[in-house]
């Protein structure tokens, strides 16, 4: 993607004349480009052979071409834990022509988040445009949304389906919203970093969580022509790219350019080690996630009357009754003892399990043991035990040691028994520290870049969210409940809190 030409230039046409030369055709078909670039860079996107694709890079114009990719979503306590609370001098009348591009799943406009009360009308120097579809308004605080999805589809829309793109654009510029909570947890004042800035949305992300290239370099193109102040982009790939390659740098690039900040998420492989870290351009500030001082944690209270402590976001109990608990590999047919052991769906007898809490070698076996009936879930969690995670049933996440405490006490009776009890707020005097889903550095592609360039709050995050989307956030699971605050842990919540200072500072 280059710059853009001086000069008056139809860049469609220019684009059209190079798939002509490529593909050897005397005219090109709609259906052969997708997208023109050409409000804030100079590029295109087209359905090209492999051959084609070659001959393409070789000529000397070209700066780079690469496949279309699907990027994901890296998915009120934390600022006052930052030291940002209400009493920091905001300078209101500034901050209010800040603009925050948020490139993601889209927003909720109807949150309280995102009410106008009391601000005037957009800054002159926005020049973006409410085109979130059918049935959505923009407003003075929420003053521009665009969609897009490739191929497109008359139903698609600016509004959040997933919840992702609330729950970001709300943690970096949400107004303050009193008594909001999770089901009773995290009772407070939700509050974006600068509440007083503005939003502008741009839904690149479609209903599974998948973004292609193609619109997320669209989202770039728009959002630098708007006259955005701050980028928060929390998004990735699964591995780094190059440069050349990797869309959000490229968008960045150009975004630079034109003197705006790109503000992405580290990425959440960082149970992967070392040279995880999939933001790596110089240009963009990569946000690592980090603990605040408020947890979540759960107890499980055995039939021999040990009480264990677990992590999960669990806004439910077994109501004070000792329920039967039983092993995965105790419950399950036609199945591998590893898998039984997971509590994988396609292994879980549901006339076995109903009623029951199942015991779980992996923590994702509290959804599959939902769907089947379920009454709770004893899980465990090895990787994890600094995050908490919305759960759709009774459930508590356990450390290998009291997990083994958990087996060890089903083997020396008949008939055990447990109870959980629902989550509670306490305070983790530990914090900060880098959470153990955080991708971490070196830097791959450039190991002389140290990335990631800063942590943030990433770690049990209260803030808006989709009443579309299940609190859970996992495809599949028949969770019915809806939120219009959530809890969500990742990178992609640490991206925004620094999106915000940035914003802050340009105040």
Known sequence: MGSLPKGKYSLTSSHLSILQQVTMQSSVSDSLMIRSYKRSFNGFAAKLTDEEAEKLASMKEVVSVFPNRILHLHTTRSWDFMGFNKTVRHNQVIESNVIIGVIDSGIWPESPSFSDKGFGPPPKKWRGACRGGRNFTCNNKLIGARFYQTPPSAKADARDSEGHGTHCASVAAGNEVKGVSFFGLAQGTARGGVPSARIAAYKACSQDGGCTSVDILAAFDDAIADGVDVLSVSLG???????????????????????????????????????????????????????????????????????????????????????????????????????????????????????????????????????????????????????????????????????????????????????????????????????????????????????????APGVDILAAFSPLAPPTMRPGVEDKRQVNYNVLSGTSMACPHVAAVAAYVKT
């Not at 190059?242 to 900040?261: C, P, Q, R, T, Y």
């Not at 990569?286 to 209270?301: C, G, L, P």
């Not at 994988?344 to 769907?371: M, R, W």
């Not at 997990?403 to 305070?427: D, G």
């Open 237 to 455: 790939l699964d591995d780094p790219l190059d440069f050349f390659n990797d869309v959000i740098a490229i968008g960045a690039f150009h975004a630079m350019d034109k003197g705006i900040l790109t503000v992405n998420s580290a990425g959440n492989f960082g149970a992967g080690g070392p040279l995880t870290v999939i933001s790596v351009a110089p240009w963009l500030l990569t946000v690592a996630a980090s603990t605040t001082d408020r947890k979540f944690i759960n107890k499980v209270v055995l039939g021999n009357g040990k009480t264990l402590t677990g992590f999960s976001v669990n806004s439910f109990s077994t109501k004070g009754k000792k329920l039967p608990i039983v092993y995965g590999r105790q419950v399950s047919k036609n199945c591998t003892e590893f898998d039984a052991g997971l509590c994988s769906a396609e292994c879980l007898d549901s006339g076995l399990v109903k009623g029951k809490i199942t015991v779980c070698d992996g923590f994702l076996g509290n959804f599959d043991s939902h769907n089947v009936g379920a009454a709770g879930s004893i899980l465990l969690n090895d990787q994890y035990d600094n995050v908490s995670f919305v759960v759709p049933l009774p459930a508590a996440a356990l450390n290998i040691g009291k997990y083994l405490m958990v087996q060890s006490y089903i083997n020396s009776t008949k008939k055990p028994v447990a109870e959980i009890l629902k989550s509670e707020t306490i305070m983790d005097s530990y914090s900060p520290v880098v959470a153990q889903f955080s991708s971490l550095g070196p830097n791959f592609i450039a190991p002389d870049i140290l990335k990631p360039d800063i942590t």
